[in-house]
T-cell receptor, first 112, second 112 residues
Protein backbone atom coordinates (compact mmCIF):
# COMPACT_ATOMS: atom_id res chain seq x y z
CA UNK A 1 0.00 0.00 0.00
CA UNK A 2 1.09 3.51 -0.80
CA UNK A 3 1.88 5.47 2.28
CA UNK A 4 1.70 9.21 2.50
CA UNK A 5 3.02 10.39 5.82
CA UNK A 6 2.48 13.81 7.30
CA UNK A 7 4.84 14.72 10.07
CA UNK A 8 2.33 15.95 12.65
CA UNK A 9 -1.30 15.14 13.39
CA UNK A 10 -1.86 18.21 15.55
CA UNK A 11 0.08 21.44 15.66
CA UNK A 12 -0.41 24.67 17.58
CA UNK A 13 1.52 27.73 16.46
CA UNK A 14 1.52 31.40 17.28
CA UNK A 15 0.56 34.18 14.91
CA UNK A 16 3.57 35.33 12.90
CA UNK A 17 5.52 32.09 13.25
CA UNK A 18 6.97 30.35 10.22
CA UNK A 19 5.42 26.90 10.00
CA UNK A 20 6.67 23.87 8.10
CA UNK A 21 4.37 20.97 7.25
CA UNK A 22 6.13 17.94 5.88
CA UNK A 23 4.79 15.23 3.62
CA UNK A 24 6.61 12.10 2.49
CA UNK A 25 5.36 9.38 0.15
CA UNK A 26 7.03 6.03 -0.34
CA UNK A 27 5.79 4.94 -3.78
CA UNK A 28 7.82 7.07 -6.17
CA UNK A 29 4.83 9.20 -7.13
CA UNK A 30 5.54 12.11 -9.44
CA UNK A 31 2.58 14.27 -8.45
CA UNK A 32 2.06 15.71 -5.01
CA UNK A 33 -0.51 18.13 -3.67
CA UNK A 34 -1.32 20.25 -0.65
CA UNK A 35 -4.93 20.96 0.30
CA UNK A 36 -6.66 22.61 3.16
CA UNK A 37 -10.11 21.53 4.27
CA UNK A 38 -12.52 23.70 6.18
CA UNK A 39 -16.15 23.04 7.14
CA UNK A 40 -18.50 24.05 4.34
CA UNK A 41 -15.64 24.89 1.96
CA UNK A 42 -14.47 21.43 1.03
CA UNK A 43 -10.96 20.64 -0.17
CA UNK A 44 -9.12 23.63 -1.58
CA UNK A 45 -5.89 23.19 -3.51
CA UNK A 46 -2.99 25.29 -2.23
CA UNK A 47 -0.03 24.12 -4.32
CA UNK A 48 0.96 21.12 -6.36
CA UNK A 49 4.06 19.67 -7.94
CA UNK A 50 4.55 17.31 -10.87
CA UNK A 51 8.28 16.85 -10.43
CA UNK A 52 11.28 17.63 -8.26
CA UNK A 53 11.96 21.38 -8.07
CA UNK A 54 8.68 22.05 -9.83
CA UNK A 55 5.72 23.77 -8.17
CA UNK A 56 2.51 25.38 -9.33
CA UNK A 57 -0.04 27.49 -7.55
CA UNK A 58 -3.41 26.04 -6.81
CA UNK A 59 -6.56 27.95 -6.01
CA UNK A 60 -5.48 29.55 -2.72
CA UNK A 61 -1.68 29.98 -2.67
CA UNK A 62 -1.59 33.30 -0.82
CA UNK A 63 0.33 33.09 2.42
CA UNK A 64 1.90 29.74 1.53
CA UNK A 65 4.95 28.46 -0.28
CA UNK A 66 6.21 24.96 -1.02
CA UNK A 67 9.44 23.09 -1.53
CA UNK A 68 10.13 19.89 -3.44
CA UNK A 69 13.82 19.11 -3.28
CA UNK A 70 13.36 15.34 -3.42
CA UNK A 71 10.76 13.33 -5.25
CA UNK A 72 9.33 11.76 -2.13
CA UNK A 73 9.03 14.92 -0.04
CA UNK A 74 6.75 17.93 -0.50
CA UNK A 75 6.81 20.61 2.16
CA UNK A 76 4.25 23.32 2.79
CA UNK A 77 5.47 26.52 4.41
CA UNK A 78 3.34 29.13 6.08
CA UNK A 79 5.59 32.17 5.87
CA UNK A 80 3.90 34.07 8.71
CA UNK A 81 1.07 32.10 10.26
CA UNK A 82 -2.24 33.86 10.76
CA UNK A 83 -5.38 32.78 12.58
CA UNK A 84 -7.25 32.36 9.28
CA UNK A 85 -4.81 29.59 8.41
CA UNK A 86 -6.20 27.45 11.20
CA UNK A 87 -7.37 24.41 9.26
CA UNK A 88 -6.90 20.76 8.41
CA UNK A 89 -4.03 20.38 5.94
CA UNK A 90 -3.95 17.34 3.70
CA UNK A 91 -1.14 16.13 1.49
CA UNK A 92 -1.83 13.79 -1.42
CA UNK A 93 0.14 12.01 -4.12
CA UNK A 94 -0.48 10.12 -7.31
CA UNK A 95 1.10 9.04 -10.57
CA UNK A 96 0.12 10.73 -13.85
CA UNK A 97 -2.84 9.18 -15.63
CA UNK A 98 -6.27 7.95 -14.67
CA UNK A 99 -5.53 7.37 -11.02
CA UNK A 100 -6.95 8.66 -7.80
CA UNK A 101 -4.99 10.33 -5.04
CA UNK A 102 -3.70 8.83 -1.85
CA UNK A 103 -3.98 11.21 1.07
CA UNK A 104 -1.91 11.54 4.19
CA UNK A 105 -3.68 11.44 7.54
CA UNK A 106 -3.71 15.23 7.76
CA UNK A 107 -2.33 17.89 10.06
CA UNK A 108 -4.80 19.83 12.13
CA UNK A 109 -3.13 23.22 12.56
CA UNK A 110 -4.32 25.78 15.06
CA UNK A 111 -2.84 29.28 14.92
CA UNK A 112 -3.36 31.28 18.11
CA UNK B 1 -22.19 26.64 -12.14
CA UNK B 2 -19.66 25.01 -9.86
CA UNK B 3 -17.36 22.46 -11.46
CA UNK B 4 -18.38 19.58 -9.22
CA UNK B 5 -21.54 19.68 -7.14
CA UNK B 6 -22.98 17.40 -4.52
CA UNK B 7 -25.99 17.56 -2.26
CA UNK B 8 -24.42 18.11 1.18
CA UNK B 9 -27.15 16.11 2.94
CA UNK B 10 -27.25 14.81 5.56
CA UNK B 11 -28.88 11.67 4.33
CA UNK B 12 -30.30 9.92 7.39
CA UNK B 13 -31.21 6.33 6.62
CA UNK B 14 -32.00 3.22 8.67
CA UNK B 15 -29.74 0.20 8.64
CA UNK B 16 -30.46 -2.02 5.69
CA UNK B 17 -31.70 0.80 3.48
CA UNK B 18 -30.50 1.51 -0.03
CA UNK B 19 -29.22 5.03 -0.57
CA UNK B 20 -27.94 6.81 -3.66
CA UNK B 21 -25.89 9.96 -4.12
CA UNK B 22 -25.38 11.93 -7.28
CA UNK B 23 -22.56 14.23 -8.24
CA UNK B 24 -22.81 16.57 -11.22
CA UNK B 25 -19.85 17.96 -13.12
CA UNK B 26 -19.74 20.88 -15.52
CA UNK B 27 -16.89 20.02 -17.89
CA UNK B 28 -18.06 17.67 -20.62
CA UNK B 29 -14.42 16.79 -21.36
CA UNK B 30 -13.89 15.29 -17.90
CA UNK B 31 -11.95 12.04 -18.13
CA UNK B 32 -11.71 10.26 -14.80
CA UNK B 33 -14.15 9.94 -11.93
CA UNK B 34 -13.85 8.73 -8.38
CA UNK B 35 -15.71 8.33 -5.12
CA UNK B 36 -13.94 8.91 -1.84
CA UNK B 37 -15.09 8.20 1.70
CA UNK B 38 -14.09 10.51 4.53
CA UNK B 39 -14.70 9.70 8.17
CA UNK B 40 -15.00 12.51 10.69
CA UNK B 41 -11.63 14.22 11.25
CA UNK B 42 -9.83 11.74 9.01
CA UNK B 43 -8.41 11.89 5.52
CA UNK B 44 -10.41 11.01 2.38
CA UNK B 45 -9.86 7.44 1.24
CA UNK B 46 -10.47 6.20 -2.26
CA UNK B 47 -13.63 4.13 -2.31
CA UNK B 48 -13.83 3.35 -6.00
CA UNK B 49 -13.08 4.61 -9.45
CA UNK B 50 -16.05 5.09 -11.75
CA UNK B 51 -15.83 3.45 -15.16
CA UNK B 52 -17.89 4.23 -18.23
CA UNK B 53 -19.58 0.85 -18.05
CA UNK B 54 -20.34 1.22 -14.35
CA UNK B 55 -18.74 -0.87 -11.66
CA UNK B 56 -19.64 -2.69 -8.51
CA UNK B 57 -17.72 -3.53 -5.36
CA UNK B 58 -19.80 -5.55 -2.92
CA UNK B 59 -22.65 -3.37 -1.72
CA UNK B 60 -21.38 -0.33 -3.63
CA UNK B 61 -22.22 0.47 -7.24
CA UNK B 62 -20.87 3.45 -9.14
CA UNK B 63 -22.22 4.69 -12.44
CA UNK B 64 -21.33 7.38 -14.94
CA UNK B 65 -23.84 9.22 -17.08
CA UNK B 66 -21.87 11.28 -19.59
CA UNK B 67 -24.94 12.62 -21.40
CA UNK B 68 -26.27 14.22 -18.23
CA UNK B 69 -22.82 14.76 -16.73
CA UNK B 70 -23.20 13.07 -13.41
CA UNK B 71 -21.84 10.15 -11.48
CA UNK B 72 -23.73 8.19 -8.89
CA UNK B 73 -22.96 5.99 -5.92
CA UNK B 74 -25.46 3.42 -4.73
CA UNK B 75 -25.07 1.75 -1.35
CA UNK B 76 -27.21 -1.31 -0.70
CA UNK B 77 -27.98 -2.82 2.70
CA UNK B 78 -26.52 0.16 4.57
CA UNK B 79 -24.44 -0.57 7.66
CA UNK B 80 -23.81 1.67 10.64
CA UNK B 81 -20.18 1.71 9.55
CA UNK B 82 -21.14 3.33 6.23
CA UNK B 83 -21.77 6.59 8.11
CA UNK B 84 -19.29 9.05 6.63
CA UNK B 85 -19.00 11.85 4.12
CA UNK B 86 -18.74 10.77 0.50
CA UNK B 87 -16.76 12.98 -1.86
CA UNK B 88 -16.82 12.73 -5.62
CA UNK B 89 -13.81 13.75 -7.67
CA UNK B 90 -13.42 14.50 -11.35
CA UNK B 91 -10.29 14.87 -13.44
CA UNK B 92 -10.15 17.17 -16.46
CA UNK B 93 -7.26 17.47 -18.86
CA UNK B 94 -5.79 20.73 -20.03
CA UNK B 95 -5.19 23.70 -17.78
CA UNK B 96 -4.29 22.24 -14.41
CA UNK B 97 -3.65 18.97 -16.15
CA UNK B 98 -4.10 15.87 -14.07
CA UNK B 99 -5.62 17.54 -11.03
CA UNK B 100 -8.71 16.15 -9.38
CA UNK B 101 -11.57 18.52 -8.63
CA UNK B 102 -13.48 17.50 -5.54
CA UNK B 103 -17.06 18.03 -4.57
CA UNK B 104 -17.75 19.23 -1.05
CA UNK B 105 -19.18 15.91 -0.04
CA UNK B 106 -22.46 14.30 0.93
CA UNK B 107 -22.90 13.30 4.55
CA UNK B 108 -24.48 9.94 5.24
CA UNK B 109 -25.74 8.89 8.64
CA UNK B 110 -26.97 5.32 9.03
CA UNK B 111 -29.16 4.82 12.12
CA UNK B 112 -29.95 1.59 13.97
Amino acid sequence: DVKVTQSSRYLVKRTGEKVFLECVQDMDHENMFWYRQDPGLGLRLIYFSYDVKMKEKGDIPEGYSVSREKKERFSLILESASTNQTSMYLCASTIPGHYGYTFGSGTRLTVV
Amino acid sequence: RKEVEQDPGPFNVPEGATVAFNCTYSNSASQSFFWYRQDCRKEPKLLMSVYSSGNEDGRFTAQLNRASQYISLLIRDSKLSDSATYLCAVRNYGGSQGNLIFGKGTKLSVKP
